[in-house]
């Protein structure tokens, strides 16, 4: 579903990425830690071409997304492929001037050209998926963190992306609030949605995780399922980072 091959990116001087390669099938759950600064925000922002890699392959769902195109045709390309990925950053990006439904429906009738009333349909659908059915009509300005959020998840869901990736989903979050969204991430997995999930929450990643990827300087450091990574790393860089995080 998703294939980062060779992936290399500086800023500057500075080699962000230094050669990563990540392989995720469809419906795997793959979690990326690592220390701050260690090119984990980058490596998922060059997966969906936030960020243009100088060297390496992006394929998502068979198709590479940073393909060799230049000017209109790459745009109509770039904004077709993206559609296939639901991204939901740290810091909730909703539309403020819009309700909850209208930020979950946008997308749908905009670039997926669906009837509003389709569009509203799904957007309930979604919306009672996250436990936020009655903030339909709520401004993002009404809501939690921890609901913004889940509607920020739902709004990614209703372009029904091929891949799901998280770019520290709570961590902007108040401690108390953190569990309803991780809850909701964990229900994904269970249903199965193929998701790249950035986390510094060595639990959770170990609780949903099919395979976790440890990152340190711009390269993966070592990579297997979570009983392996959290109990018996094969790293001193991994055991070093643990200890301090675990
Ligand atoms: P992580 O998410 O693991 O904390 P990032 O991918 O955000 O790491 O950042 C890795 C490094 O790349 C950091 O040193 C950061 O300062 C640098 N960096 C990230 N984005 C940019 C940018 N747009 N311009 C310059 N440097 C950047
Ligand atoms: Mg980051």
């Given at each position: ?6 992936a290399h990116?500086s ?10 390669n ?6 795997q759950?793959v979690a990326i ?6 090119g984990k925000s ?6 969906n ?6 060297k390496g392959?992006?394929w998502?769902d068979?198709?590479?997304?940073n ?5 209109h ?9 993206r ?6 950053f740290?810091?909730?990006?909703l539309f403020p001037?819009?309700?909850v439904?209208?930020?979950v ?7 997926r050209?669906m009837?509003?009333?389709?569009a509203r349909?799904?957007a ?8 936020l059915q009655?903030?339909?009509d709520a401004?993002?300005?009404r809501l939690s963190?921890g609901?913004?959020?889940r509607?920020?998840?739902?709004r990614?869901l209703?372009m029904?992306p091929?891949?799901?990736l998280?770019d ?5 979050l108040d401690p108390?609030?953190?569990?309803e ?7 994904l997995?269970s249903e ?8 510094h929450?060595m639990r959770f990643?170990s609780?949903?995780?099919?395979r ?5 300087g ?8 979570p ?5 018996n790393p094969?790293m ?5 980072f ?5």
């Open positions: 579903m998703v294939q980062v091959i060779d990116k800023f500057g001087a500075f080699e962000i990425l230094k050669g990563i990540l392989s995720v099938n469809k419906g759950i830690i690592g220390p701050s600064g260690s980058t490596l998922l922002r060059s997966i071409h936030l960020e243009a890699l100088n392959e992006v998502v068979g198709i590479q997304v393909r060799p195109l230049t000017g045709a790459f745009e109509q390309h770039i904004n077709s492929v559609q296939r990925m639901g991204m939901v740290q810091h909730f990006n001037h819009m309700t439904g209208e930020n429906t946008v997308g749908p009738i905009k670039l050209k009837p509003a009333a389709r349909d799904l309930m659908e979604l919306l009672g998926k996250v436990g009655d903030k339909y401004y993002p300005s963190g609901q913004k959020q509607v920020a998840i739902a990614a209703a029904e091929s891949v799901m998280f520290e989903a709570t961590s902007a108390e609030l953190v569990d969204v991780n809850l909701v991430m964990k229900q997995a199965h949605m193929t998701m790249i999930i950035v986390t929450e990643a609780e949903v995780a099919d976790v990827l440890f990152m340190d711009g390269i993966v450091v070592e990579e297997g399922p009983s392996e990574i959290f109990s094969r001193d860089r991994t055991r070093t643990l200890k301090k995080h675990l």
